[in-house]
């Protein structure tokens, strides 16, 4: 017997094919619309598929009955009564299919439809007891299916007419059969087909007898009761879905979209169409066309599709074509087939037509909880269904599940601020691009959803509880300080960088998203003020603390009231225990080389993201131990040849006129450890380089204030770092620029990173950012920039960082050399044959990349397309999307050209200190065939 399980996880559906070894003859039971993987299966295991049976009519995906009959000539077959448009035949009570050996059962079992019907497998004719069961809607793993879907439809039958059906389906056909039945269900955990479905897609009878709440003992009545209260909301799509797989309809398209130009779209959007942008939500917040309606591929993508998207109206993709032909695909799993177009090339027309172009707003928790204070017209929606909200919502939320939304939107305000949230956040993006399309003008989704906030400790509203208005009580800045002279604890809610930039002397540092699990820490028998930056977070904070009995007051206005109070305030003096640097690194997945100082590489899956590499994932090259620096007494000495010596504290610096630039920056090691032969200093793999958004100071801005003389060739720049090199001599960190160079290069004095204060791994509370250069010339923790008419010769400018030939020829280490990177898939993955699809990232300190070509199987070169716009001193994402057919081990091998001509060696000269080794990377996977 074979017995094959094709689970799709996108919409929890299971379908099965059953075949007979001895005969070939093969069934397909309840098949999703894009057959080729019954066809595949069938035609490797030299079956023939004879008959498409159907366990009930389905509501939640369009069948591909009508493909598969019209591919094999297969029968289709329906319960007896089933009302369709086209020929089928009837499977009664009791009858049995033969394909040989193996047998099938049926067992007429109405309830979740009238139609309904379950699948008894048998091995062998006279076998003592069946295989398994296949239970359709009836039985799930965990559930059973709802009953109420045909009359939430307008049908003519009553949810407790079908649910009384459905406990004598149970209890007199599938729980008289042995408890070793196996049950193979046509739903798993996530389908609206029942509540409380398990994640396991398989299981016995006597499992179910034991752990499945509805088929525990109880009369018809509880059974009744059980089963039809608090049921999600019937999904939108459904009824079209159950209209459709009773008709004959048109058979899956499953040719890829026409690549079309903006101005088709743009007719085809003022027609009426839907703009559809399947990309991944942090991708889509970016930038995307105005209007799209977002819904992210990797999630539960054709069931909200369907939610949210018409079926009456045109759709037209507009994210990123390499996906069209997959959403296209999913799309008509729910019968959504009027894909009209896929936009070509979007990232040139999001650059040509910054005019056609939105961003997405995302709060996190803190920012919402500041909102809440200071926006009081704000509007809260919670898109999670009814069983989720019955744990609790945030305060004043409006409750609209997703499923039903597109319908309810005159329950809202167009005109007010919009803060959508669901559980952990993929919905809320939904529903935010939803409302943003329908014309609600400010909308801003929850990063993290209710999970985060209520895992905050932040206040939640639950049902039938009271709630307390007005309870949290304020004081001004003024009240504040006398009652922390009165002994009152000061509770500082907001953030380290927050607190490092000025805080309250004598204030206790909690950030809001600790307080929850530091409560005890707090006292009970003093009263505890909480202040933010502006009041709104703390106000939040200041009502948990009060419902769970602490004395706590907020401070109205936060630390900006304080301040503008002249109240005082001091800086922090970030410090890092090496022990502590050592195992952030190792949960953050680095790969670290060395502890103290801390050196790491970022991971290659950790490339994989957006533009910007969180902080706490950058790469970190360190000489010397990081120093502690006092940002309160911290100074920038500028001197030597100049008009006017500069000395400028970071308050000072920070008013300057300042810039933001995204800038790459790579160790001049990176890629080391494949040089044969090897050479000394840290292993670098091909981590050590990350990509940042830098603020600060333009050098220039620096230099003309201070007035470099005409005399003056060379800057010097001294970081607060010191050490002994080889000679046992103590020296500090330093570099130097030519003036020239640090002229025209685009350098920073940045004093931010990723819009935090820098860290202190990377030169807290100011570091030089050379764009272009290897980074051992972007000095951190500087301290003193030097103009001077002598070429300096410090260690790492003449004994280090030069490239050095076994011939003794010497060339000093500057620009970063063009690169090319695979970031996914990863060295020694395995792949299933067909397309496959290569990313990665490229850079080159000369010019931005022009090509990135890929050689795979020692095939030709073949041309990657470039992601995004393209722009100097920052990494460009490319893809790849290509055919692989031979099993077996294979190599993948990238290479990078940039627009100054650089092409990407095979193999560049060795030099001694393993300096800007960047030879094509090759990556070796294995490819499989799929199951």
């Known amino acids: 017997m074979i017995l094959t399980q094709h689970y799709l996880s996108c919409l929890s559906q299971a379908s099965y094919l059953i075949g007979d070894e001895s005969t070939?003859?093969?069934?397909?039971?309840?098949?999703?619309?894009?057959?080729?993987?019954?066809?595949?299966e069938a035609a490797r295991r030299g079956l023939t598929i004879e008959r498409v049976l159907e366990t009930h009519i389905h509501a939640d995906f369009l069948s591909g009955h009508l493909e598969l009959a019209d591919r094999t000539g297969?029968?289709?077959c329906?319960?007896?009564?089933?009302?369709?448009?086209f020929p089928f035949e009837p499977l009664e009570d009791g009858q049995r299919v033969s394909l040989g050996k193996v047998t099938l059962e049926v067992l007429a079992t109405p309830g979740h439809t009238p139609e309904s019907v379950c699948l008894l497998v048998w091995e062998r004719p006279d076998d003592p007891a069946p295989y398994g069961v296949l239970t359709g809607d009836t039985l799930f793993v965990g559930d059973v299916g709802r009953p109420d879907l045909l009359a939430s439809a307008g049908g003519d039958v009553s949810a407790d007419g079908l649910a009384r059906q459905l406990y004598r389906s149970l209890h007199g056909k599938l729980l008289t059969l042995p408890d070793s039945t196996r049950v193979y269900p046509a739903h798993g955990a996530g389908s609206s087909c029942g509540r409380a479905l398990s994640s396991e897609t398989v299981s016995t009878i006597g499992d179910q007898r034991r752990t499945n709440y509805a088929v525990q003992p109880m009369s018809e009545d509880a059974f009744v009761a059980a089963v039809t209260e608090g049921q999600p909301a019937r999904p939108r799509y459904f009824s079209f879905d159950a209209t459709a797989n009773r008709a004959n309809h048109a058979l899956l398209d499953d040719e890829p979209p026409d690549?079309?130009?903006?101005?088709?779209?743009?007719?085809?959007?003022?027609?009426?169409?839907?703009?559809?942008?399947?990309?991944?939500?942090?991708?889509?917040?970016?930038?995307?066309?105005?209007?799209?309606?977002?819904?992210?591929?990797?999630?539960?993508?054709?069931?909200?599709?369907?939610?949210?998207?018409?079926?009456?109206?045109?759709?037209?993709?507009?994210?990123?074509?390499?996906?069209?032909?997959?959403?296209?695909?999913?799309?008509?799993?729910?019968?959504?087939?009027?894909?009209a177009g896929q936009l070509a090339d979007p990232a040139s027309v999001f650059s040509a037509r910054p005019d056609l172009v939105e961003v997405s707003s995302r709060l996190a928790i803190a920012q919402l909880a500041e909102l809440r204070g200071l926006e009081s017209d704000l509007q809260l929606l919670d898109v999670r269904t009814s069983a989720e909200t019955a744990d609790g919502t945030l305060p004043a939320a409006v409750e609209i599940p997703l499923a039903i939304l597109a319908e309810s939107l005159d329950g809202l305000d167009r005109r007010l601020p919009l803060v959508v949230y669901c559980a952990s956040g993929y919905r809320s993006v939904v529903a935010a691009s939803l409302l943003t399309s329908a014309g609600f003008t400010d909308v801003s989704d929850l990063l993290g959803g209710f999970g985060a906030w209520a895992a905050a400790g932040l206040p939640v509203a639950v049902p039938g509880e009271p709630v307390e208005a007005g309870r949290?009580?304020?004081?001004?800045?003024?009240?504040?300080?006398?009652?922390?002279?009165?002994?009152?604890?000061?509770?500082?809610?907001?953030?380290?960088?927050?607190?490092?930039?000025?805080?309250?002397?004598?204030?206790?540092?909690?950030?809001?998203?600790?307080?929850?699990?530091?409560?005890?820490?707090?006292?009970?028998?003093?009263?505890?003020?909480?202040?933010?930056?502006?009041?709104?977070?703390?106000?939040?904070?200041?009502?948990?603390?009060?419902?769970?009995?602490?004395?706590?007051?907020?401070?109205?206005?936060?630390?900006?009231?304080?301040?503008?109070?002249?109240?005082?305030?001091?800086?922090?003096?970030?410090?890092?225990?090496?022990?502590?640097?050592?195992?952030?690194?190792?949960?953050?997945?680095?790969?670290?080389?060395?502890?103290?100082?801390?050196?790491?590489?970022?991971?290659?899956?950790?490339?994989?993201?957006?533009v910007v590499m969180p902080n706490a994932r950058f790469y970190v090259r360190n000489h010397f131990a990081s120093p502690i620096i006092d940002a309160s007494g911290w100074r920038l000495q500028v001197g030597g040849l100049v008009e006017r010596r500069l000395t400028l504290s970071l308050p000072e610096l920070t008013r300057l006129p300042s810039d933001t630039r995204v800038v790459t920056l790579e160790c001049a090691g990176n890629g080391r450890h494949t040089l044969i032969p090897s050479v000394e200093g840290e292993p670098w793999r091909f981590g050590a380089v990350s990509t940042a958004e830098w603020t600060g100071v333009p050098l220039v801005e620096i230099l003309d204030r201070a007035g470099v003389l005409s005399t003056a060739t060379e800057l010097l720049f001294r970081g607060a770092d010191h050490g002994t090199v080889e000679n046992a001599q103590e020296i500090h960190f330093e570099r130097s620029l030519s003036v020239d160079s640090a002229r025209v290069g685009d350098a920073l004095l940045a004093y931010a990173m990723n819009g935090e204060p820098l860290p202190l791994q990377h030169g807290y509370p100011v570091?030089?950012?050379?764009?272009?250069?290897?980074?051992?010339?972007s000095v951190k923790w500087l301290t003193d920039i030097e103009a001077t008419d002598e070429p300096f010769y410090g260690y790492f400018q003449a004994d280090k960082y030069w490239y050095e030939t076994a011939q003794g020829d010497r060339e000093p280490v500057t620009l970063q050399r063009v690169r090319a990177l695979i970031s996914e898939p990863s060295d020694r993955d395995s792949v299933p044959t067909g397309s496959i699809t290569v990313r990665g990232v490229a850079w080159s300190g000369a010019a931005p990349i022009a090509r990135v070509e890929l050689s795979v199987d020692d095939g030709p070169w073949q041309p990657a397309r470039l992601i995004g716009e393209r722009q100097p001193h920052r990494w460009q994402w490319w893809e790849l999307i290509t055919e692989v057919s031979r099993a077996g081990p294979i190599a993948i091998r990238a290479r990078a050209t940039d627009l100054?001509?650089?092409?990407?060696?095979?193999?560049?000269?060795?030099?001694?200190h393993g300096y800007g080794n960047n030879a094509i990377q090759q990556v070796r996977v294995t490819v499989g065939r799929e199951t």
């Open 74 to 76: 297969a029968v289709i």
């Open 900 to 912: 100054a001509g650089e092409m990407q060696p095979d193999i560049p000269p060795w030099n001694r």
């Open 767 to 777: 570091r030089l950012i050379v764009p272009g250069w290897y980074g051992v010339a």
């Open 78 to 85: 329906y319960g007896a009564g089933a009302d369709v448009e």
């Open 472 to 610: 949290v009580r304020g004081v001004s800045a003024r009240a504040a300080g006398y009652l922390v002279e009165d002994g009152a604890v000061l509770l500082d809610v907001r953030e380290p960088e927050e607190w490092a930039a000025g805080h309250a002397p004598g204030a206790v540092l909690m950030p809001m998203g600790e307080v929850r699990s530091r409560r005890t820490e707090l006292p009970f028998d003093r009263r505890i003020v909480v202040v933010c930056r502006s009041g709104g977070r703390s106000a939040a904070i200041t009502d948990a603390l009060r419902s769970a009995g602490y004395d706590a007051v907020n401070l109205t206005g936060g630390m900006c009231a304080w301040t503008a109070g002249g109240l005082p305030t001091v800086e922090a003096t970030p410090t890092v225990d090496p022990r502590e640097a050592h195992r952030q690194a190792v949960d953050e997945g680095m790969l670290v080389h060395r502890a103290d100082p801390l050196n790491c590489e970022t991971s290659i899956p950790a490339l994989i993201g957006g």
């Open 259 to 339: 690549l079309i130009d903006v101005d088709q779209v743009l007719a085809l959007r003022a027609a009426g169409a839907a703009l559809l942008d399947a990309r991944e939500p942090a991708d889509f917040a970016v930038g995307h066309l105005a209007g799209a309606v977002n819904i992210g591929l990797q999630g539960r993508f054709a069931e909200w599709a369907g939610n949210v998207l018409s079926p009456e109206r045109d759709i037209v993709l507009v994210g990123d074509p390499a996906q069209a032909a997959e959403v296209k695909i999913r799309l008509a799993r729910v019968g959504l087939d009027r894909v």
């Open 24 to 40: 070939g003859r093969a069934v397909v039971v309840d098949p999703r619309r894009d057959i080729g993987v019954y066809l595949e």
